[in-house]
């Protein structure tokens, strides 16, 4: 499992919206780095129509995906842009 298409943003309590490959054939795209009231960085998934969850993840994997997107955050090593890929 890998973050992708890291696209920090420069308003609000986005600070950062990106991608998640969790393996070359499966990808979700649009989550959310978030920093709450508190100053705490939390990671939001994109909700599909009607609020309904656009993927379900076990346990581990959706506790790994927070962990990837602060480290990247923080670190700042992101992995290419998906979309420069494809071209």
Do not use: C
């Amino acid at each position: 499992m890998r973050i992708l298409n890291w696209r920090p943003r420069d308003a609000g309590q986005i600070p950062v919206m990106f991608d998640i490959e969790i393996s070359p054939d499966v990808r979700l795209m649009d989550w959310q780095l978030r920093r709450t009231l508190t100053g705490e960085l939390r990671v939001y998934a994109t909700r599909g129509r009607h609020g309904r969850p656009g993927a379900v993840l076990s346990d581990p994997a959706f506790a790994e995906i927070p962990r990837l997107a602060i480290q990247t955050y923080k670190e700042g090593n992101a992995h290419d842009d998906i979309r420069s890929e494809a071209a």
